[in-house]
């Protein structure tokens, strides 16, 4: 299907279809802020929405990636594939802070809608159950698991203190550093002994050197995590935490091998032994995909929505997305439903996401992700042109 009307006819059906799934949408969201779950306990959040899949015609896989609250619902045949990511993990003592309840309601609501013009066009719409994004890098299991594999388009919209199509993020590797050295008494018999902290203090200096020698779109911080008992005894164990970020991933790679050398050089220096260990996940940075980001934009601006204008957003940060945005077409944009003051991971930020204000966001983001769906199911050369962008911006 490629005229025109139809295609406006199938994006006024999934408006009119969130339209009259609102009642269910909004009760929803309302579940999910009432029981804020943290990473892997989301126990609740995934029942009950894949519960609302079930009762709509989905076919649901629990346990997606063997992540126990984790999902996948697909409903259709055939290509495109389309995928709405939900996600539906809180934040500690601060609750839906970050508004999950209405990333997770906007995905299942998007695709509920789509769901309801798959008999008039060819396709598949997925719901894919994204646990542990605040903490844990859900998405990386189920990016590792091969779950997106044969997947040409994902999408979900977070909720923000402004309205922006494309944000990018960096990808970062975390290690935990130890040093093992050897105790004395610091009055009586320092020359026993073999300083640990020495040897912290001594790594962290040199990766604050190295720090103003790296790239304006890399970052690297951490902190000392043990330092010791007592001011009379030279430790004999001290640690540290870091993140290693970049942009691009090879210079990550590179950058943590560098900041990896400046810890072994200041054991090498105190003759203390020293022991890295890497995280077992690292987040890959945001590919962004900018005919899908403009496809959205333009449905969201046909609902009535401004879209801020001016560079891309470089307030960086991580996050899981960045793993399925290396492997298929995937956009995220940002969609305020806040004062600028207001930004998310903070107590009124909650207060918002389960606000009208909240709530008419998340029923926008449903609507546009809609209609983007529609434009990418009925429209090869438009899913052609986004595939073609794709591989011409190769993994970093």
Do not use: W
């Amino acid at each position: 299907m490629t005229n025109r009307d139809d295609v406006q006819f199938l994006k006024q059906h999934v408006q009119a279809e969130i339209d009259r799934l609102t009642p269910d949408l909004l009760a929803a969201s309302q579940f999910l802020h009432a029981n804020p779950e943290l990473a892997y306990e989301e126990h609740k959040a995934a029942e009950l929405l894949t519960a609302i899949l079930e009762e709509h015609g989905f076919a649901v896989t629990r346990r997606a990636a063997g992540l126990p609250t984790a999902f996948l619902a697909r409903a259709g045949s055939g290509r495109p594939r389309i995928a709405f990511l939900a996600e539906y993990d809180a934040l500690p003592g601060l609750g839906h802070a970050c508004g999950h309840n209405l990333i997770g309601t906007a995905s299942v609501g998007a695709a509920l809608a789509v769901k309801a013009i798959l008999d008039k066009t060819s396709g598949e719409a997925l719901v894919v159950g994204c646990p542990a994004e605040e903490k844990g890098g859900g998405k990386i299991d189920l990016v590792e698991s091969g779950l997106f594999a044969g997947v040409d388009a994902a999408m979900l919209v977070h909720p923000s203190n402004r309205t922006e199509m494309v944000k990018l993020a960096l990808g970062m590797r975390e290690l935990t550093v130890e040093y093992f050295g050897k105790a004395s008494h610091a009055a009586a018999s320092p020359e026993e002994g073999i300083n640990a902290l020495d040897a912290v203090v001594l790594g962290y200096t040199a990766v604050s050197t190295l720090r103003q020698q790296v790239r304006s779109d890399a970052r690297i911080h951490g902190i000392i995590t043990h330092g010791g008992q007592a001011p009379n005894i030279i430790p004999d164990y001290a640690a540290a935490r870091f993140y290693v970020r970049a942009l691009d991933l090879a210079y990550m790679h590179e950058l943590f091998r560098r900041v990896v050398a400046c810890f072994e050089a200041a054991a090498q220096a105190t003759g203390c032994r020293v022991k890295v260990t890497p995280a077992d996940k690292e987040y890959h940075p945001y590919k962004p995909v900018y005919t899908m980001a403009e496809l959205f934009q333009g449905n969201l601006e046909s609902l009535g929505e401004t879209v801020d204008q001016g560079p891309v957003d470089r307030e960086l940060g991580s996050t899981d997305v960045g793993n399925v945005s290396q492997v298929v077409p995937t956009i995220q944009p940002m969609l305020q439903i806040s004062p600028r003051e207001v930004t998310c991971h903070m107590a009124a930020f909650a207060e918002v996401a389960i606000s009208d204000a909240g709530h008419r966001g998340m029923l926008l983001a449903a609507k546009a992700m809609a209609m983007t769906a529609v434009d990418l199911l009925a429209e090869p050369a438009t899913l052609a042109r986004v595939s073609a962008e794709f591989r011409g911006r190769p993994p970093s």
